[in-house]
């Protein structure tokens, strides 16, 4: 059966395209810019563009299952243009390909933040409204504009199923993603302060299993929250100070000061051409809700998210045999 999988080099891309592999699939991997982790994968792979819907339909042609997963991931809040155009735009044109092309069923991915996080002391589930607000960071409201579109397109007969992860870590983080960037810093000791709060970290490989199940199990609208395992930002340094035998950081930062500094370093890893981080799109994660329900996944996947040990000892060694991350 051939499966087409946009963003296939992206974090969960990559393990999605492996897990996919392991179970005997054909693959047709779209891939915008860099092929990272997947040259060496018997897959077909295509240079695509979201926003090119004939290259979506050229790519789609043939394929009875597609995994949307190519998105534009931003820190940042003056970011909402290339935010819609990937994110809602991109997202469009793949529902078009995939009528155009007779795709069977479509597995979409969205992320927790298209939720809303208040009220903080209530789970999140499902049901929880989408963020709506003009304010809230493009990132968050582009991504719950995509969805949106899915489920217009199930009501109008489109066969769907839509994946809502939380903070995804795991091997196979080629680029690295924005939390593998961060983790290698804490773990290679390189980061002497940390700041307060935490977040909702789940296993990329788990997310790409979950996501098969849904694909081959649920019922057309279905849609699963896929969460792992709270974790503050002193613990994951300490779990990961006892794996690399370093000293875990000592120090930490108040959110307030780190919320006081982030414009200006933001600005200035800006100008300097380095990523940034801790935003102020990122603090405000590391304050939201902690409780993030994958009841409804447990209960028809059978989704059971792995420890969080084992992820981040797994992370870690997989850096380190990839060359981004030594013993000090």
């Known amino acids: 059966m051939l499966t087409a999988i946009t963003g296939a080099s992206g974090h969960i891309g990559v393990n999605l395209t492996r897990a996919l592999i ?56 003056n970011d909402w243009r290339r935010c819609a155009a990937v ?26 933040h298209a939720h809303c996080s208040e009220p903080l002391d209530t789970p999140i589930n499902e049901s929880r409204p989408y963020i709506s607000s003009p304010h809230a960071p493009p990132y968050d409201r582009s991504k719950a504009a995509g969805e949106k579109l899915v489920r217009q397109a199930v009501g109008e007969g489109l066969d769907a199923v839509i994946i ?17 960037q961060a983790f290698i810093q804490i773990a290679s000791g390189r980061m002497p302060v940390l700041i307060e709060g935490g977040f909702d970290w789940v296993d990329a490989r788990d997310v790409a299993e979950c996501a098969i199940k849904a694909e081959e199990m649920a019922a057309a609208g279905s849609k699963y929250l896929l ?38 370093i933001t600005a200035a890893l800006g100008l300097s051409g380095t990523r940034p981080i801790f935003t102020s799109v990122s603090l405000n994660a590391l ?22 040990r084992e992820t981040l000892s797994d992370t870690i060694q997989w850096f380190k045999d990839n060359g981004y991350l030594k013993n000090r």
């Open 164 to 180: 809502n992860p939380t903070g995804v870590v795991g091997p196979f983080d080629y680029r690295p993603s924005h939390f593998g």
């Open 287 to 308: 304050v939201s809700n902690r409780n993030i329900s994958h009841e409804r996944a447990a209960s028809e996947l059978g989704y059971a998210p792995r420890p969080i």
């Open 87 to 112: 994110n809602i735009e991109g997202t469009r044109n793949v529902i078009e390909a995939c009528r155009r092309t007779g795709v069977r069923r479509l597995v979409h991915f969205s992320t927790i």
């Open 227 to 264: 969460s792992g395992h709270w974790l503050s930002m002193r613990e994951i340094a300490s779990i990961a100070a006892e794996i690399m035998r370093n000293r875990a950081p000592t120090l930490i930062c108040p959110m307030s000061v780190a919320r006081a500094c982030a414009p200006v």
């Open 22 to 77: 392991s179970r005997g699939r054909q693959v047709r991997a779209l891939s915008h810019a860099r092929n990272l982790g997947l040259e060496s994968l018997p897959v077909d792979l295509l240079q695509g563009d979201v926003s090119d819907l004939d290259s979506l339909t050229a790519a789609f042609r043939g394929a009875e299952v597609v995994y949307h997963l190519a998105a534009h991931i931003s820190l940042r809040m």
